[in-house]
């Protein structure tokens, strides 16, 4: 498989930032936003998908810590 060319990076970039805008707007409702996801799945490599997915997933973790501040898990070990 050769690397997307600019073009097809933008269409990808696009359709991710589409995807995950509609994800924000409906509370991560997957369903509502299926025609965003298979937008974003067709116009991205796999490998990107896995990705920006682990990607939103840290960012959305990230802000809850930063937001929140971070509370150990009862039980859990003292490092």
């Known amino acids: ?3 997307p060319n ?3 990076r933008r269409a990808c970039w696009s359709a991710r930032d589409e995807y995950w805008k509609c994800l924000d707007y409906n509370q991560n409702n997957v ?3 299926e025609k965003y996801k298979k937008e974003f799945e067709m ?3 796999a490998q990107w ?3 920006f997915n682990k990607r939103r997933d840290f960012l959305k973790y990230k802000e809850k810590i930063e937001k929140e501040g ?3 898990a009862e ?3 003292k490092l």
């Open 75 to 77: 039980g859990a070990p």
């Open 49 to 51: 998908v896995k990705y």
């Open 1 to 3: 498989m050769s690397a």
């Open 31 to 33: 369903t509502t936003c």
């Open 6 to 8: 600019s073009q097809e």
């Open 70 to 72: 971070y509370v150990p």
């Open 43 to 45: 116009n991205c490599p």
